[in-house]
């Protein structure tokens, strides 16, 4: 899952830059109005793209879900104050 948001996230990144570039480099010696509708909407892109990217999965694991090892997770509950430690 993480290389699907990750290619989904380059590949938005990619279309904001080619709005960008073809906004000022071509689109703006027929109309300057539009060149600028362009760049808005490039503009928007980048936050949705890290939102995107940055999303959890119903299949991600969480930072406070158990990981199947035992010492791993008792050692972490220990860190998080959940557990004492063992006497």
Same mark, same amino acid.
């Given at each position: 899952?993480?290389?699907?948001?990750?290619?989904?996230?380059?590949?938005?990144?990619?279309?904001?830059?080619?709005?960008?570039?073809?906004?000022?480099? =071509?689109?703006?010696? +027929?109309?300057?109005? =539009?060149?600028?509708?362009?760049?808005?909407?490039?503009? =928007?892109?980048?936050? =949705?793209?890290?939102?995107?990217?940055?999303?959890?999965?119903?299949?991600? /694991? +969480? +930072?406070?879900? &158990?990981?199947?090892?035992?010492?791993? #997770?008792? +050692?972490? #509950?220990?860190? #998080?104050?959940? /557990? /004492?430690? &063992?006497?």
């Amino acid at each position: 899952m993480y290389a699907r948001r990750r290619h989904v996230y380059f590949a938005m990144m990619g279309l904001c830059l080619g709005l960008f570039v073809l906004a000022w480099a =071509v689109v703006r010696l +027929w109309s300057v109005p =539009v060149a600028v509708g362009m760049c808005v909407v490039a503009m =928007v892109i980048p936050p =949705v793209a890290a939102i995107v990217a940055n999303r959890r999965g119903p299949e991600d /694991r +969480w +930072w406070d879900d &158990p990981s199947g090892d035992p010492q791993s #997770d008792t +050692w972490w #509950d220990e860190l #998080d104050g959940k /557990r /004492r430690p &063992p006497s």
